[in-house]
T-cell receptor, first 114, second 112 residues
Framework: DVKVTQSSRYLVKRTGEKVFLECVQD?????MFWYRQDPGLGLRLIYF???????EKGDIPEGYSVSREKKERFSLILESASTNQTSMYLC?????????????FGDGTRLSIL | AQSVTQLGSHVSVSEGALVLLRCNYS??????LFWYVQYPNQGLQLLLK??????LVKGINGFEAEFKKSETSFHLTKPSAHMSDAAEYFC??????????FGTGTRLLVSP
C-alpha cells in the first residue's frame, strides 16, 4: 500500500512565524501535491511538483512556497504565517503512468495560526 | 479550465435507503473523473475512477457511478446506506500534470 505521511496532525503557530509542513511518500512517486481544504470550498491546489527540484504554482500559491530536494519529500512553507492560512493542509502523490492514475493522500495537518 | 459542481453540500438519508450524490463536470476534452471519500480526521481515499472502458464504474464499499456524457454527469450511488457511509464525498476531474480539480464536497449524513 502507498503510504503518504504528513509530519504533524495538528499544529499551532503564531502570526508572522515561518512554518514548515512536511510530507513523505514511500512509493517513489514522481508527482506530489499540496492542497488546502476549507469548509464549503473543497480542496484547492497550492503547489505541485513533478520531479526533484521542480515546482509549479497551483491555484492559490500566494503566501506559500515549496521545496523538493529529494524525491520522497515535499515541503510546504508558509513564509510569514497569517490568520487566513488557518486551514487543513493535505499532501498527495502519484506515479504518472497512464492518464487517470489516482492521487494518494496523507491524513492531513490541521494548522491554526493565532 | 476544468470544473466540477457538486449539488448539495449536505445529503441526509436513513440507513438502508438509496444514496445519490450528484456531480457535474465541465471539460472540453474526454474527462478523467474520480470520487473520493473523507472520513472524520482522515485524508481522502479513492472510491472509484472513470475509465473509458465502461460507463458504469464500480468502486469500494458498494458504491458505483455512472458516466453520462450527454448530461456531463458522474453521479455516485449506493443502493442501501450504512451508518459507516457517513463521511464527506468529493468529485474531482483530472487536468494537466494529473492535477485534480475538486468539487466543494457533499457531506452524507446517515440516520438510524
Amino acid at each position: 500500500d502507498v503510504k503518504v505521511t504528513q509530519s504533524s496532525r495538528y499544529l499551532v503557530k503564531r502570526t508572522g512565524e515561518k512554518v514548515f509542513l512536511e510530507c513523505v511518500q514511500d512509493m517513489d512517486h514522481e508527482n506530489m501535491f499540496w492542497y488546502r481544504q476549507d469548509p464549503g470550498l473543497g480542496l484547492r491546489l497550492i503547489y505541485f511538483s513533478y520531479d526533484v527540484k521542480m515546482k509549479e504554482k497551483g491555484d492559490i500559491p500566494e503566501g506559500y512556497s515549496v521545496s523538493r530536494e529529494k524525491k520522497e519529500r515535499f515541503s510546504l512553507i508558509l513564509e510569514s504565517a497569517s490568520t487566513n492560512q488557518t486551514s487543513m493542509y493535505l499532501c498527495a502523490s502519484l506515479v504518472p503512468r497512464g492518464e487517470n492514475q489516482p492521487q494518494h493522500f496523507g491524513d492531513g495537518t490541521r494548522l491554526s495560526i493565532l | 479550465a476544468q470544473s466540477v459542481t457538486q449539488l448539495g453540500s449536505h445529503v441526509s438519508v436513513s440507513e438502508g435507503a438509496l444514496v445519490l450524490l450528484r456531480c457535474n463536470y465541465s471539460s472540453s476534452v474526454p474527462p478523467y473523473l474520480f470520487w473520493y471519500v473523507q472520513y472524520p480526521n482522515q485524508g481522502l481515499q479513492l472510491l472509484l475512477k472513470y475509465t473509458s472502458a465502461a460507463t458504469l464504474v464500480k468502486g469500494i464499499n458498494g458504491f458505483e457511478a455512472e458516466f453520462k456524457k450527454s448530461e456531463t454527469s458522474f453521479h455516485l450511488t449506493k443502493p442501501s446506506a450504512h451508518m459507516s457511509d457517513a463521511a464527506e464525498y468529493f468529485c474531482a476531474v483530472s487536468e494537466g500534470f494529473q492535477k485534480l480539480v475538486f468539487g466543494t464536497g457533499t457531506r452524507l449524513l446517515v440516520s438510524p
